[in-house]
């Protein structure tokens, strides 16, 4: 089992080829244990380095299973953790009311549980759907508060520079767009996120 539990090291180091394999094997041991909740782990880190490696499709598939299984456990942090990368499969399929709303469902639950890093790579990824929308007031305004936050990730960092470039912002470490605090802005995220589903 230790296969699963090094691929988040390989991943962060970009050795997806690497994390896929170790995964792939941890998971068909899962399986042949009937061990449900690793089964869940396994499949929640595939989809990660499925995303990473552009395999979409099969991202929101492990995503999907690994998700059913956070919730049949009742791990909350994998929950969390899958949505917002099933908002990252759906934004690299195309479809970004799918997208917006497993970011929006990633962002409630990180926040419930406390989990600034992940409520803050789901800010990330809404600030890259908005901008993507011409959106350019709020999707710098996402994008500045996942800058300066510091409990930002690398990952949310680099898509917070993404969303600066694409909409020809200054990148200077200045806090773009930025207006009140953190928390009333993943209110009022939160609140538009409703009123649009």
């Not at 956070?70 to 908002?87: F, H, I, K, M, T």
């Not at 990252?88 to 990180?110: F, I, K, M, W």
């Not at 990330?124 to 996942?146: M, T």
């Not at 600066?164 to 207006?179: C, E, F, T, W």
Request: net charge negative; with cysteine; hydrophobic share 45%.
């Amino acid at each position: 089992m230790t296969s699963v539990l090094s691929s988040p090291t390989l991943l962060a180091l970009g050795q997806y080829a690497e994390a896929r394999e170790r995964l792939q094997e941890g998971l068909a041991l899962a399986r042949a244990s009937r061990i449900r909740w690793l089964v869940g782990v396994a499949q929640g880190h595939l989809g990660l380095v499925l995303n990473a490696q552009g395999d979409h499709a099969g991202a929101r598939m492990a995503l999907l299973e690994a998700v059913a299984l956070a919730q049949e456990s009742g791990n909350q942090w994998d929950r969390v953790w899958g949505e917002v990368g099933l908002g990252d499969a759906e934004l690299g399929l195309g479809n970004p009311v799918q997208a917006s709303t497993h970011y929006c469902l990633g962002l409630r639950l990180a926040t419930e549980e406390h989990a600034l890093p992940i409520a803050l790579d789901a800010l990330a990824g809404l600030a890259l759907l908005r901008a993507q929308a011409g959106d350019r007031e709020s999707a710098l305004e996402l994008a500045g508060h996942v800058s300066l936050h510091p409990a930002s990730s690398g990952n949310a960092r680099t898509r917070a520079d993404q969303v600066r470039r694409m909409l020809n912002a200054d990148s200077q470490g200045k806090p773009i767009g930025v207006a009140g605090t953190f928390e009333e802005t993943v209110q009022r995220v939160l609140s538009d996120g409703e009123a649009r589903g």
